[in-house]
């Protein structure tokens, strides 16, 4: 579970907490994107790095010494106008717990502004927004599965995750992150299936445009 700010959440009522950490996205290592479901255990590293990983060829280990990046959740922190470094960069990375449930979740998503029910004898964890693939530097990236809890982000963001550099030690929301997300659909909506084209610039016209989604786990 991914608290989308530096504040740790909680476990749901009913389950015990396993660990906490931090919100890891995707890597990328020669210029290959190896990406997180974020409704898997996984996505939750205990400890945070700028470079989480090695590169190992021919019987040598390197750090740090090539272009590869790490990609992690971001906070609703204002989006700083330079690269943040050091203690600086701890209000950017979501922290995240992992929790032992009764049973698996499953995001349900309604594809318009409202909230969808959940199943009959299925109670609500959280709802949100419904998060669907990101890229970076490159165009490498990945995505979350529709039914995975991952694809529900409690929290709707143009730019919902940064970008970190080992050799450098800093993070940044560079020009191009790219985030997709599920949208209404309907000729009500702002982008209805009559409109070629657009393009929404206001936080409040994008939020609406977004579909909304519930993550639920049976009685």
Not at 79 to 97: F, L
Not at 106 to 132: E, I, K, M, T
Not at 137 to 153: K, Y
Request: charged letters at 15%; hydrophobic letters at 30%; a negative charge.
């Amino acid at each position: 579970m991914h608290s989308q700010s530096d504040m740790l959440p909680s476990c749901p009522a009913d389950m015990t907490q396993l660990w906490t950490g931090y919100s890891l996205l995707y890597l990328e290592g020669q210029e290959k994107a190896h990406t997180q479901d974020l409704g898997q255990a996984g996505s939750c590293m205990r400890l945070f790095s700028t470079m989480p990983f090695s590169f190992c060829n021919m019987g040598t280990c390197d750090y740090a010494s090539r272009n590869d990046k790490s990609y992690w959740l971001s906070t609703t922190a204002s989006v700083p106008m330079m690269p943040v470094a050091d203690q600086d960069i701890q209000q950017h990375i979501s922290r995240c717990v992992v929790c032992e449930a009764p049973s698996p979740a499953v995001a349900v998503h309604s594809q318009d502004n409202s909230n969808p029910f959940c199943p009959p004898n299925w109670r609500s964890l959280w709802v949100g927004y419904s998060f669907l693939m990101h890229t970076g530097a490159g165009d490498e990236g990945g995505g979350q599965s529709l039914t995975s809890s991952g694809s529900c982000l409690r929290d709707f963001r143009a730019q919902p995750f940064v970008e970190c550099q080992g050799p450098r030690g800093t993070c940044h929301y560079f020009a191009n992150i790219y985030s997709f997300w599920l949208t209404r659909v309907g000729a009500d909506g702002p982008l209805s299936s009559s409109t070629s084209q657009g393009t929404l610039k206001e936080e409040w016209q994008q939020r609406l445009n977004v579909g909304r989604c519930n993550v639920c786990m049976k009685e």
